[in-house]
């Protein structure tokens, strides 16, 4: 099933979503901040689109409930919400100019470095990483303000952010992690020396990539506690460094390695080896061959870049990106793209791709991995049931759905039931 | 300001990035940093070779890996800071103090000199190709 997609023209560099608002870093030097909630609710659609339109752009986390499970396994259900998925699919959906601009409830001059190598949002707060170090802001409801205070000097290739830690790639000088919540602390360390222009986590765990056929998985344990602050959660120390080399006896070259969330990405000419990790298993059992993904290249696959999301993989070639969905689906997405980015560790935007473009920016929905059994999957990551908002107060959540009642004549819900009255 | 080509980049030393473009043009490309002020301090320019868009002006150091990369970002040192400048082919994704500055690079992209993608790519430390 193709992706359902919002298109945004203008001229962009990087985005993010979180808590109910898309940013999109402009080339022009500025940080627009748009009510992503009212923007979909805007958007011109038939009354029986509506709710597929909810779980593609603003409630991914909906169908993943196990109260809805068993509704949504039901094959006529799941018929109906395909058909739905797949209509919406058919065009892009154009956002005007105006729309965009009724929908920004601010914008910043852009204070961050630029062009910055990679961001993301944790715990409210936006942290950029680039060539001059790491900076972090809070976004502030007033246009101008927002005022970023540097974290460190070192230099940034890639960032991740979990388990209360930012992670550092920053290149030849190795991997680096400080606290980002629930305070950002000054407690940078170096968690491992090898070069890395790439990190993830996974659970409380990290993985460094080097962009080619070595990484290195990094495990945790508590450190001591803070004396000066008893209060505070132990920071996390090393407890053990595992190559990917000494995971398991590589019979072939292996092109390129990545991994996030739950899964280990290992590949080579023809396909992808993924290795799930357990964190909550034994050192010795974490991590379990789960199967191989057969990819149609004949020869080496020439990897730009590799990400985990819910959804699949996404593999970034010098000519495009290559979706290998959850559903067994390849996706060809031709033309190097400026930017890319999925949001497997969101609680609302797991189903998402967004793909900056030299004159838009795709916001891509894939919903094929509802219909997959989490347990079974191969490609993609489990979704994360347990992904909780920061306690920063935030305005722009998305409210819970509410359904025409059956008195109301006009509503999409008027019993009895049939096939275009089924709320998906 | 005296510009010299060191040799070790244009004899096939393993283990340094070699210009593929002629010495004039090498000298070309500096002269163009020095005049666009494409510079992160003193001491340092950034180059493109302009024929007439961006082409490529290097390959990578055989010693780092069989197939070489082409390269399109040259370097240029006054090393002693007594004027006498001397440059390379600059190699981002094996060395990273090879990588411009941002405003150099922000200026490459406004000027339609580099694309957005590959500007990306270089800030990531990812394989890129014009």
Redesign the interface.
């Known amino acids: 099933m193709r992706p359902l997609e919002i298109r945004i023209p203008g001229s962009f ?1 990087d985005s993010q979503i979180y808590s109910g608002e898309l940013y999109l870093w402009t ?1 022009a030097g500025a940080i627009v901040r748009v009510d992503w909630n009212k923007l979909v609710d805007s958007v011109e659609k038939k009354d029986q689109y509506r709710a597929t339109f909810e779980f593609a752009f603003r409630r991914s986390e909906y169908l993943y409930d196990p109260n809805v499970a068993i509704l949504l396994h039901d094959p006529e259900v799941r018929s109906v919400l395909e058909q739905r998925f797949r209509a919406l699919s058919e065009s892009p959906i154009e956002v005007s100019t105006g729309l965009l601009e009724s929908c920004t409830i601010a914008q910043y001059d852009n204070r961050f ?6 961001s993301g949002f944790y715990n409210g707060t936006i942290f950029v990483g ?3 170090g790491v900076e972090y802001a809070w976004p502030t409801d007033e246009d101008h303000a927002m005022q970023p205070t540097k974290l460190t000097d070192l ?1 940034a ?2 960032i991740a952010l979990g388990s209360s830690r930012l992670a550092i790639a920053a ?2 000088e190795g991997v680096f992690q400080l606290t980002a919540a629930p305070h950002i602390e000054s407690n940078l360390k170096m968690v491992a020396p090898s070069f890395s ?2 990190v993830r986590w996974m659970e409380s765990a990290l993985f460094a990539s080097n ?1 080619s056929s070595a990484g290195t998985f990094v495990d945790f344990k508590p450190g001591k506690k803070n004396e000066d602050h008893p209060d505070r959660p132990r920071e996390k120390v090393v407890r053990q460094l595992l190559p990917v080399k000494e995971l398991g006896e590589f019979h072939e070259q292996v092109d390129y390695v990545w991994g996030g969330d739950d899964r280990l990405c290992i590949a080579a000419t023809g396909h992808i080896d993924v290795v799930k990790f357990f964190p909550r298993r034994k050192l010795a059992d974490r991590f379990k061959f789960q199967g191989r993904v057969e990819v149609s290249t004949k020869g080496a696959h ?4 590799a990400d985990n999301a819910v959804f699949g993989f996404v593999l970034e070639h ?1 000519t495009g990106l290559v979706v290998l969905t959850s559903s067994s689906e390849t996706i060809h997405l031709e033309g ?4 890319w980015r999925v949001f497997p560790r969101s609680k609302y935007y797991t189903n998402q791709l967004h793909v900056v473009r ?1 004159e838009y920016i795709s916001v891509l929905s894939f919903n094929d991995d509802f219909f997959v059994n989490q347990d079974e999957k191969l490609s993609g990551v489990n979704v994360n049931r347990n992904a909780q908002f920061g306690k920063r107060p935030r305005s722009g959540r998305p409210e819970p759905l509410v359904y025409p009642t059956p008195e109301e004549p006009s509503g999409s819900l008027a019993l009895p039931i049939s096939d275009d009255d089924i709320p998906f | 300001m005296p510009y010299g080509s060191k040799p070790d980049h244009r004899d096939n030393t393993a283990l340094k990035s070699q210009w593929v473009i002629v010495y004039a043009d090498e000298v070309s490309s500096f002269n163009l940093a020095t005049s666009q002020n494409w510079s992160s301090d003193a001491s340092t320019r950034w180059g493109l070779h302009l024929n007439p868009n961006v082409a490529n002006l290097g390959q990578s150091a055989v010693a780092f890996g069989i197939p070489t990369r082409a390269l399109f970002i040259a370097k240029f040192i006054d090393g002693n800071a007594n004027d006498l400048w001397h440059g390379y082919p600059a190699d981002p994704y094996r ?2 103090q090879d ?1 411009p ?2 405003n150099v ?2 200026r490459w ?1 406004s000027e339609s000199h580099l ?3 590959l ?3 270089l ?7 014009l």
């Open positions: 560099y080339t470095g630029f062009p910055h190598a990679d680039g060539r001059d230099p290739l890639g290149g030849s222009n790439w962009r020439h990897f730009i870049a010098a190097e793209p400026v930017n030299e | 060395n990273q990588l500055p941002t690079l922000k992209h694309r957005l993608a500007i990306r790519k800030v990531k430390g990812q394989l890129c190709a």
